[in-house]
């Protein structure tokens, strides 16, 4: 495996793969990586692939400074990590290579956008969209992998590559749970072992409006609100959206009549966590 920091070492190393035939398989990440990463790279692994990691920190994307401070990654460990799975290709910039100056082009997706984590977290998805277009423009990949945990940065990038017409498949992959339920982030290392153990409970919540609609509900508020009785059963958790939205625009419904997703998120203490599950619902 080989890791670069420029630009211009990614494109000759991604250029050599195709030269040969290779077809060309990106995981875009912040680093700080665990086995729900380790599922992404899994998931990029066609035997005709060069597998490139992408591991950036992305400044501009983050909407608190603490956030971002608290952010810790160790690139040693991250390299190892990719390493013991196979990937060919590790491009780790500094931020003065991806922002050499401000930038004066930015991608917006809009409505979409505007949904769920959007208005809590503004020019958030227009900073992932802006990065990771770049990273696309760098390292011109077939495939890119992406989390359904992060479920609207999914529908985001989507919407981008189809409306800009970028020639690559992004390729969901399903969320990564502890065995209690708690879905794989970055940001569970932050939770104190009493947080940690209330954690499961934002599943649990989601789980329990899956099971309202099975049983025959198809009230948005009558399911939301079973999932925010769960919840309330931890009361230091702190609710900032829990949503019942179409599953295509991310805009809340009132009535439960076709692909929906029901997303959250939560704070516990001053660590955010999100989770969503699907649901389709026929008449
Ligand atoms: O999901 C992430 O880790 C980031 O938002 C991404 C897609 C790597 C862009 O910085």
Redesign the pocket.
């Given at each position: 495996m080989t890791c670069v920091r420029t630009i211009a070492e990614t494109r000759c190393h991604v250029a050599e793969a195709r030269r040969t035939g290779l077809g060309i398989a990106l995981v875009?990440?912040?680093g700080a990586l665990h086995p729900g990463h380790g599922v992404l790279i899994d998931w990029a692994r066609r035997p005709a692939d060069f597998r490139v990691v992408?591991i950036?920190v992305?400044p501009t994307?983050f909407d608190r400074r603490e956030d971002f401070e608290a952010y810790a990654i160790n690139l040693n460990a991250d390299l190892e990590f990719c390493a013991a799975r196979g990937v060919d290709l590790v491009f780790a910039p500094s931020a003065a290579e991806m922002y050499p100056v401000p930038l004066s082009t930015r991608i917006e997706v809009t409505g979409l956008a505007d949904h769920l984590c959007g208005p809590f977290r503004p020019g958030h998805f227009q900073a992932?969209a802006t990065?990771?277009a770049k990273l696309f423009q760098i390292v011109a990949p077939d495939r890119a992998y992406?989390?359904e945990k992060?479920a609207q940065?999914l529908a985001v990038i989507q919407r981008m590559v189809a409306d800009l017409n970028m020639p690559i498949e992004i390729v969901p992959v399903p969320t990564v749970r502890e065995p209690d339920g708690l879905a794989l982030s970055s940001r569970n290392a932050r939770l104190t072992p009493e947080q940690r153990a209330a954690a499961p409970i934002l599943y649990r919540s989601l789980e329990r409006a899956l099971q309202s609609l099975a049983a025959g509900s198809r009230s948005a508020s009558e399911v939301r609100q079973t999932a925010l009785e769960v919840l309330a059963e931890i009361p230091p958790l702190r609710v900032e959206y829990l949503e019942v939205v179409d599953a295509a625009t991310l805009a809340p419904v009132e009535t439960v009549t076709g692909p929906v997703l029901i997303a959250a998120a939560v704070w516990l203490g001053a660590t955010r966590l999100i989770d969503n599950v699907a649901a389709d619902v026929r008449p």
């Open positions: 875009p990440t912040m992408s950036f992305n994307q992932v990065v990771v992406f989390g992060d940065q």
